[in-house]
């Protein structure tokens, strides 16, 4: 249909709907906005959240029960629905609030993992073994091919969702050593690397734009920040980015649309046993402190890293199929990064991927890897942020200094590695998923698995329930548009401006994030006041982010003011100091919106202030750090503000000078100097000075945020359009 004639029966809609509003501060028919009013879809379609808990309580049994909100979980929720099956999902905290909203943000096919299977096929060892080392080879090229099949099924079926990121892997020499990927014949890497990414074009039967080579000067123009002093060239390819929490609500509120039954803050505490076989699941419901079951022909167990721990619920003896490990990622100001370009350091120090990606006007720099037991509020480990920055600093120019105060926010997440219990002994562990059921509790589980392969996962889940169902559709999801499919357009950002009255950058937020439910946020829009934006209330400033969002965010289940500052929007993973600003203004409208009591708003506040700690900021916390070091621009930057004659040295004089913002009182500067001064010469050298303050405690990184005059530094917390 034509976009005028969508705009024209919008433009109706709008009038009956706003002749209706009661509310004296939303606009009005009388009022149009622009050119014209608009009405958005109306919300009736997706029950709010009580609705879903009074489905949960009286609509059993159900078909299928999915214990898991998370990608995977409610994947598998909607695979279900949509094949005619009764379903009901239940999630202990928000949709997506344990891993799938602390991801890299990638919806990547997997080069590393091309590489590393033909390194596996290319190693010594695999001549003792070679029927072996080709079935790890298939199975991993299998892996890859399939993650370019649900790559392209994202793009092209969820446009409002994910777009295309080109990635620069910058080389400053022909060879490397040592070896990327475990193997010698990768010291070729930068001469292999054009003809590796255009064979990885190829999985996706060049459907992805088309990587390319640019040299030095190109390079340079296209990621400025890039350390010129010797590159190249620059090998770029392309990879799928999307808001992973939001795509996760997405996929939950679509299950929602299709007849599903789903609830978040429901959690799980035993399961229902009928003839030693599973037949549903007690259930909390954490926001009226209710219990009740759950009954379901069939129960699924979509847990993440917490799988192994309800799988334990109906058989304590169960063997985990799950290890976890965590990986940090931490949020630089949008200047560390063009507005289009990302990186890939492919090597770097200890042998990770390191991506440095722009995301939502800001600079995300991750992932580590370490093997970890997951936590649900977790906080990132400073070591691990320590350690970011300073492989960020080996490719960034020495113009562009990457100093730990320039930590805007700072998460960790967790990266699961699945082993069927199942399986013949001797079974690796998996980069891939798995997907089992439990003999003793006939409970089918997920483990392992990835953003990419989401929608295939939860086919697989689903196949293996519908053994029971003998008529059980087959699956259909590689056809469904995710909520906000309906009424998106290329061109949807430019209406939202012209009728909507809301600033571009808003706008461009709003169909981005929102899809066609755009209309549904800007309905809600409470007037500025001015002239220009007519609507959209600021949220937090220099922010996309407007209050409406939140009125939205409590028809779409929100519960906290949590699953506003980390999944409806993404303030707190953004800038930990913005979203801290902002906590009160969310009270006051959640108070509204949900009827909250002064003691359930003092509750949510105290808990909304406690989480926002969870993501760090520009103050570093070396509590538990082992290394418990800064990066060199810190340090440079603390000496010479000690250092006030210039001499290259600190004496006993300016550090007491200093000891106001040092953090010490200042009758503890003899001791302080005499712990720097370790050669005893009367005078600390930038060696000793950064050997002390890295001994030191977290006080020094905390008072050194604030200037000599105890002012709090301005942290930035732009677009990034410095150098966009």
């Keep these: 249909m034509a976009a005028a004639a969508i705009l024209a029966r919008r433009c109706t809609r709008l009038s009956r709907r706003f002749a209706t509003i009661t509310d004296p501060a939303a606009p009005s028919f009388a009022a149009p906005i622009g050119a014209g009013s608009i009405t958005p879809p109306s919300l009736e379609r997706i029950p709010g959240r009580a609705a879903q808990v009074e489905r949960l309580k009286h609509d059993t049994p159900f078909d299928v029960v999915v214990v898991g909100g998370g990608c995977v979980g409610a994947g598998a929720a909607l695979d279900a629905a949509a094949r005619g099956l009764r379903v009901a999902l239940v999630e202990r905290g928000d949709y997506g609030s344990e891993t799938s909203s602390r991801s890299t943000k990638l919806l990547w096919a997997g080069i590393r993992y091309l590489a590393t299977a033909a390194a596996g096929l290319l190693r010594r060892e695999s001549l003792a073994q070679p029927m072996k080392a080709l079935r790890d080879f298939g199975s991993e090229f299998r892996m890859v091919l399939n993650c370019h099949r649900e790559r392209r099924f994202m793009i092209e079926q969820q446009p409002h969702l994910c777009h295309w990121m080109p990635i620069a892997l910058p080389f400053d020499r022909w060879w490397v050593s040592p070896a990327p990927f475990g193997h010698p014949l990768f010291s070729l890497f930068p001469v292999l690397s054009p003809l590796v990414t255009t064979f990885y074009d190829s999985l996706s039967s060049f459907t992805c734009p088309p990587s390319f080579v640019v040299g030095p000067k190109a390079a340079q123009r296209r990621f400025p920040q890039l350390q010129d002093k010797g590159l190249l060239f620059a090998t770029v390819f392309h990879e799928a980015m999307h808001d992973d929490a939001r795509t996760n609500i997405a996929i939950a509120l679509t299950a929602a649309e299709r007849g599903a039954a789903v609830a978040n803050y429901c959690e799980v505490t035993g399961?229902?046993?009928?003839?030693?076989?599973?037949?549903?699941?007690?259930?909390?419901?954490?926001?009226?402190?209710?219990?009740?079951?759950?009954?379901?022909?069939?129960?699924?167990?979509?847990?993440?890293?917490?799988?192994?721990?309800?799988?334990?619920?109906?058989?304590?003896?169960?063997?985990?199929?799950?290890?976890?490990?965590?990986?940090?990622?931490?949020?630089?100001?949008?200047?560390?990064?063009?507005?289009?370009?990302?990186?890939?350091?492919?090597?770097?120090?200890d042998g990770r991927f390191l991506f440095f990606l722009p995301w939502l006007g800001h600079t995300l720099v991750g992932t580590t890897d370490a093997p970890s037991a997951a936590e649900t509020r977790p906080t990132a480990p400073e070591d691990e942020v320590q350690w970011l920055l300073n492989e960020c600093s080996r490719y960034l120019s020495p113009d562009v200094r990457v100093s730990r105060k320039d930590v805007l926010s700072a998460w960790r997440g967790w990266r699961p590695l699945a082993r069927d219990p199942h399986a013949a002994p001797g079974a690796p562990a998996s980069r891939d998923h798995v997907i089992s059921r439990d003999p003793a509790t006939n409970v089918v589980f997920a483990a392992g698995g990835k953003w990419t392969t989401w929608r295939e996962m939860s086919e697989e889940l689903i196949d293996e329930v519908c053994v029971d169902f003998e008529n059980a559709e087959p699956c259909t999801t590689t056809s469904i548009g995710l909520l906000g499919r309906d009424g998106w357009e290329p061109t949807l950002a430019v209406q939202l401006v012209q009728h909507g009255g809301v600033r571009a950058e808003v706008a461009n937020h709003l169909a981005q994030a929102y899809g066609g439910r755009a209309w549904d946020v800007l309905a809600l829009a409470r007037p500025t006041g001015k002239r220009y934006p007519r609507f959209g209330i600021p949220l937090a400033e220099g922010y996309p982010y407007v209050e409406a969002e939140v009125r939205y965010a409590c028809r779409e289940h929100a519960v906290t003011i949590e699953d506003i500052l980390s999944r409806r929007t993404r303030l707190a993973f953004l800038n930990a100091e913005a979203a801290r600003d902002a906590v009160e203004r969310v009270a006051e409208i959640m108070s509204e919106e949900l009827g909250w009591t002064d003691e359930e708003r003092a509750k949510q506040l105290a808990h909304a202030y406690d989480y926002v700690k969870c993501f760090g900021g520009p103050i570093a916390d070396k509590t538990e750090a082992e290394l418990r070091t800064a990066t060199d621009a810190d340090l440079r930057e603390a000496f010479a503000r000690v250092d006030a004659d210039n001499s290259g040295y600190v004496s006993v004089d300016e550090l007491r000078r200093a000891a106001a913002f040092l953090g010490f009182p200042v009758d503890d500067s003899d001791a302080e100097f005499g712990k720097m001064d370790t050669n005893g010469d009367g005078k600390a050298s930038f060696e000793e000075f950064a050997q002390w303050w890295n001994a030191s405690d977290a006080r020094l990184s905390r008072q050194f945020a604030l200037d000599p005059g105890g002012k709090k530094r301005t942290q930035s917390n732009t677009s990034g359009a410095f150098l966009g």
């Design 271 to 349: 399961l229902i046993k009928e003839n030693g076989r599973a037949a549903g699941v007690s259930v909390l419901d954490r926001v009226t402190s209710q219990r009740f079951d759950v009954r379901a022909k069939a129960v699924v167990f979509c847990g993440g890293p917490y799988t192994d721990a309800l799988r334990k619920l109906g058989d304590e003896k169960a063997e985990d199929a799950v290890a976890g490990a965590s990986g940090t990622h931490v949020v630089l100001p949008g200047y560390y990064c063009p507005r289009d370009q990302g990186l890939l350091d492919y090597n770097t120090s």
